[in-house]
């Protein structure tokens, strides 16, 4: 016999994923804000008696009638609308006991499913907290349904959810259940949503006294989501973030490259001259070194991030920018994807399906890759570590950390700038109205933050690992063969550099030299990659004791005047982005038409961007 299949399913940031990493060992994302998972995801559950059932975690949902790409997979996983899937077998719905009142709708809906059901009443400690007393017996008298009590993040009642689980499946007669006509039940479960509305309404006050829904949440909001106070505080916060990426990740950035100097110091002295030592040094060390370095940097972003998600600001954030994305047509829905492509802009893609309109979906899409994503900071990093100052203006601020802002910045604001213009073009339409509910405030758990950056620098290690070494790897090859002859640029004589050379008369006008239009090729395999191609670029170039003594910053600083280093920066806020963006937005998209119109605009943004920087700093600086 098959393993059962059990699902996880209610309304959205109810505890459905914590539930399920809690049950099955997964580290899927949590986050403290609805919509955070889009996709079906499956685990293996142990059942008490040492059998198996499949786990899946479902996007949260208000009902089976879908308003979102991401609710309609929770309905047509429920109903086996996929043929290579299997109708679950039992359910557990997770209810947040914060929020009974409004979320006994949906359960009343997936019990006339008619599947054998257990309803996780999560989230008791802040039901506690907030002075909620709660009959949960009674609930399970009215419902006619096992309820049990759980606090996911601290495993509370996960044996009780396993027992009663695996109770409802086997008083099920699961054959019958599996060959019952899902649809037809689906029909009506959704009819009688008056019904069921009206139940819920009759069961929560019956069961549920006392309580304050967020009443701590409420008085913080007065402050956070105050017209004048508000705005100010995220200014506030986001300057922090942007200053202590730089001020805090110094001592540790230097530690690693001292590390990666000493390293090629050693290879050179116990090596002998030859294709092996020179790829170490300066394919190896200079190259993916380069881009290692930025780890700390890194670190500190996603940890302010999370941080932010997990205590349940930013979806406050998204509130505040409410007025401002509505001025360009964009959803206030639309945040949370934008936000998550800080990150990287496919989760952001992905994200998407949480917004109901299909042309506020598409708009969404196709601006994310403006969002500075995190493989664009070492980009940034190494240019402003340049070129800019390490000065502090004003008496507290640090000079390169506003420039990384104005960075950040330039790129929300372009990204702002492109939604205005295709909505009144190529995605027409009405706006969404701001839909979203507020998360209660929570304390971030230390572990769950642990977990969640020791996840991100290890992505970031293994990206270090595998495809920027990859190009890097390949990009050595090409810009160290043919082998030059004596006096001549081994770059200019290498295959790299006659394609660079190529590429030049696109790039010249904007004022990038030959070397930046080598290391832009491997850089759509990832942005840290054109880090990693100018490190090995001009490591080839420089002599065994100039590798040893100059860090790539400075190197940098010699080699490229002011303006082309800000058309560099310029170019990377807009450039089109990496390839797995493009393979994300097909299929999203459905098709080619859209990622080849997004790889389009970005391309003539960052050409233009780039070119302006030039030209005007260029003017400014009397050249
Ligand atoms: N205090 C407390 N917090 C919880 C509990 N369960 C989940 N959380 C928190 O609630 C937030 C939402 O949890 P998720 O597991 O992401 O919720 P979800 O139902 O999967 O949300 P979607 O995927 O957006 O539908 C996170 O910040 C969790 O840490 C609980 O029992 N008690
Ligand atoms: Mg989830």
Known sequence: MTAPVVALVGNPNAGKTSLFNALTGARQKVANYPGVTVERKAGTLTLPDGSRAELIDLPGAHSLEPRSPDEEVTRDVLVGAYAHERVPDA?????????????LRFVLELKALGRPMVVALNMMDLAERDGFFIDYEALARELALPVIPTVAVRRRGLEAVIAAARDALNAAEISAIRSAD????????????????????????????????????????????HPVSGPVLLAVILFLMFQAVFAWATPFADAIEGAIGWAQGIVMTSLPAGPVRGFLTEGL?????????????????????????????????????????AGVGLSGRAFIPLLSSFACAIPGIMATRSIADPKDRLTTILIAP???????????????????????????????????????????????????????????????????????????????????????????????????????????????????PDGVSQVDYSIAGRIGAGLEVVFAPIGF?????????????????????????????????????????DRLRGAWPLPTALAFLAWFVFAPQCISTFAVTRRETNGWRWPIFMFSYLFVMAYLGAGATYWISKWALGG
């Open 91 to 103: 359910i557990i719905a997770v209810v947040d006991a914060t929020n009974l009142a409004s979320q």
């Open 370 to 484: 403006l969002m500075t994503c995190s493989a664009r900071l070492p980009v940034y990093a190494v240019i402003i570590a340049a070129f800019i100052p390490d000065r502090t203006v004003g008496g507290l601020a640090n000079m390169q950390g506003l420039v990384l802002f104005g960075l950040y910045a330039f790129g929300v604001v372009g990204a702002l700038a492109a939604a205005w213009v295709l909505r009144l073009t190529v995605t027409k339409g009405a706006g969404g109205g701001f839909l979203m509910e507020m998360p209660k405030y929570q304390l971030p758990a230390i572990r769950d933050l642990a977990i969640g950056i020791w996840q991100r620098a290890w992505a970031f290690l293994r990206r270090a690992g595998t495809i920027i070494l990859v190009s890097t790897m390949v990009l050595w090859v090409f810009a160290s063969y043919p082998k030059a």
């Open 182 to 225: 899902a649809p037809a039940m689906l029909v009506e479960a959704i009819g009688d949503m008056r019904g069921h509305q009206r139940q819920a309404r009759d069961i929560a006050a019956k069961v549920v006294s006392g309580g304050d829904a967020n009443q701590m949440t409420r008085q913080i909001d007065r402050l956070v989501l």
């Open 513 to 553: 030299n030959k070397e930046i239009s080598i290391a832009l090729v491997p850089g759509m395999a990832a942005r840290e990659v054109a880090v990693a191609a100018l490190g090995t670029v001009y490591a080839i170039d420089a002599d065994d004791e100039e590798l040893l003594e100059v860090e790539l910053a």
């Open 285 to 325: 060390l200079g190259g993916v070194g380069a881009v290692i370095v930025f780890l700390p940097q890194i670190v500190i972003l996603f940890a302010f991030i999370l941080v932010l998600e997990q205590s349940g600001y930013m979806t406050r954030a998204a509130f505040l920018m409410d007025r401002l994305m």
